[in-house]
């Protein structure tokens, strides 16, 4: 086991630099001058300013000089000035991204408990109207576009009831949060009920659960301890595998309710062709998906005594 | 078997085919169907609400809604199909390949798709979108490019175990060129769940590229697009919901239908999963 952890972790630093790479050079060659876009957009900008600012800003010197003076700067932790705000990334990305963290891990334990709860229900009344319902609702689930029902949300208990607020962090109050977390978790509460059914509906059949039904042990001890526990496996590794997914769509729904995170900040600065902030936050949450798909290849080994890693 | 025992034992396959049959059938016959021009409206009709000559509304250039979502299906549809037909045809042939010739050739793609992977789609497909500049044509390469990995994975696995086979062995043999085996005994044989992976596919492009629209990054403005659609009525939200909500559940009822006409044919295909689902 301890080869693969080492294999897995060494696996883990070239992905790291290609991805890295990979953006740089993606990033790097898109059309758009970020000294030009400085000016005033109706005055223009004065030629020597923007040359100034190319040169400050490194834009005269090939790719590859850029490139590495980049992953030089990255391995201290130093992921360049903001062409925009005229500050360091690293700082902009410190406040943003607890928002995110915080938008995307409520979502996720709405997504789980929610999930989880109605794939077993449906599994252990399978067939039933309760089977039905969930199993529909889970397949719409999957089919609804988050901006759409972002903005739906956002007219019902906005503008027609007045409930909750629709727009913003709020200081980071609870009631902001509701919508964009349930917005957000909707697609993966329904994905995480239908592998939860499946998982539970794969164990039912299988000989120790009617072993442990005929030696008289009680439903709920059946249930719980052999069907629940069992089937529990494939759905925490899909809860984790979903979170780093879950940065991504974060994209859309920050954007819906203008959030202050990494995600509506990433989209911004493809408009302001602030290739600093656009690095830094990919990268960010290129990595956080990395780094949660790796721990969850090396915990899978705990949760599941089953799994041979040699 | 009759009609009536397949439609109740494959409910999936005929609602979602249904459903997406109906609206191929839209997008097809959009010039024939449409009440008024997409493209054209009158401003003294502006954000009118859904009523008997504008069944679902108008928009703030007095668009008719209904209009452009019958067109908008169009391009939807076209930006899904092609899209998907760019990605399968890559993950096709990179997995036959890479499951068929295996060593250092099976490293380096699967190695690639592994790094591709290693991204969220709708982070690399906002990328590209950055990179190339919004647009239907773009769309359809950066979600071309995007989307491919999970297709070739499978191919390989598929190809993996279709290679093991004595009736490869047998065309080994006498002599068949590797061209020749990929094409005429590998591929029909791994073609079933390739199909279902295309169809989620199909479902997956359009979502995705409504999102870009939605962001600003794809489909511009007069296109008829649903994402394209749905970011215009945002800033109509509070007083002319209808501007959002109807290209919302035009979106939806065609994603719904892909979905459910994926799982169909996944059941269909699938008799194990039949067994469980039951």
């Known amino acids: ?310 | 078997m009759e009609l009536k025992t397949f439609i109740k034992r494959n409910k999936g396959l005929v609602i979602g085919g249904s459903i997406v049959s109906t609206v191929i059938i839209i997008a097809i016959f959009a010039s024939l169907i449409a009440p008024h021009s997409f493209r054209i409206g009158n401003l003294m009709d502006s954000l009118s609400p859904p009523c008997k000559k504008f069944w679902l509304g108008t928009d703030q250039y007095g668009r008719d809604i209904l209009s452009r979502l019958i067109y908008g299906a169009r391009l939807s549809l076209m930006i899904g199909f092609v899209a998907q037909s760019i990605n399968t045809f890559i993950g096709v042939t990179l997995g036959l390949i890479a499951g068929y010739y295996g060593g250092i050739v099976d490293d380096i793609i699967m190695g690639i798709t592994n790094i591709t992977l290693s991204m969220p789609v709708l982070i690399l497909a906002l990328v590209i979108m950055a990179l190339l500049g919004p647009g239907i044509i773009n769309l359809f390469i950066a979600l071309g490019l995007v989307n491919w990995t999970y297709t070739c994975r499978i191919a390989r696995a598929e190809t993996l175990s279709v290679r093991a086979t004595t009736y490869t062995e047998a065309a080994q043999a006498l002599g068949c060129s590797s061209f020749r085996i990929l094409r005429k005994h590998v591929l029909p044989n791994i073609l079933g769940p390739i199909l279902v992976i295309v169809t989620l596919g199909v479902a997956d492009a359009i979502l995705v590229a409504a999102t870009l629209s939605f962001l600003g990054l794809g489909a511009q403005p007069p296109t008829p697009e649903w994402g394209a659609m749905l970011s215009n009525g945002r800033n109509y939200l509070y007083f002319a919901p209808w501007i959002s909500i109807f290209p919302g559940v035009a979106l939806f009822i065609t994603i719904l239908g892909l979905n459910i006409l994926g799982d169909g044919l996944r059941d269909f295909l699938d008799p194990h999963l039949k067994t469980i689902k039951r």
């Open chain 1, 1 to 310: 086991m301890l080869t693969f952890f080492i294999r897995r972790i060494v696996q883990f630093i070239p992905t790291v630099l290609v991805v890295s790479f990979i953006i740089f050079i993606l990033l790097n060659v898109m059309p758009g001058d970020a000294a030009l876009l400085s000016g005033n957009p109706r005055g223009g900008i004065d030629p020597k300013v923007v040359a100034a600012l190319r040169a400050k800003w490194g834009l005269d010197d090939p790719l590859y000089i850029r490139y590495f003076r980049y992953l030089g700067n990255l391995a201290h932790g130093d992921l360049g000035i903001s062409f925009r705000q005229n500050r360091n990334v690293s700082d902009i990305l410190k406040v943003r991204l607890p928002v995110t963290f915080r938008l995307a891990g409520l979502a996720m334990l709405f997504a789980s408990i929610a999930g989880v709860s109605l794939g077993f229900l449906s599994a252990i009344y399978q067939g039933s109207a309760i089977d039905s319902v969930a199993m529909v609702g889970a397949v719409a689930g999957m089919s609804v576009p988050n901006f759409w029902l972002g903005l739906m949300l956002m007219y019902l208990f906005g503008a027609l009831w007045r409930v909750l607020p629709t727009s913003g962090y709020g200081g980071g109050q609870f009631s902001y949060m509701i919508l964009p977390a349930f917005t957000l978790g909707v697609r993966y509460m329904a994905l995480l009920a239908r592998i939860s059914r499946s998982s539970v509906l794969e164990i039912v059949y299988q000989d120790y659960i009617k072993t442990a039904r005929s030696k008289g042990l009680a439903e709920w001890t059946v249930r719980y301890r052999h069907i629940f526990r069992n089937a529990l496996i494939p759905v925490v590794t899909v809860i984790g595998l979903q979170f780093g997914g879950m940065l991504a769509s974060a994209v859309v729904v920050e954007t819906v309710f203008s959030l202050p995170g990494i995600g509506s900040l990433l989209v911004q600065s493809i408009f302001n062709r602030d290739i600093p902030v656009l690095q830094g936050s990919i990268l960010v949450i290129v990595v956080t998906f990395l780094i949660v798909n790796l721990m969850v290849d090396l915990v899978y080994g705990y949760i599941d005594p089953r799994i041979q890693y040699d």
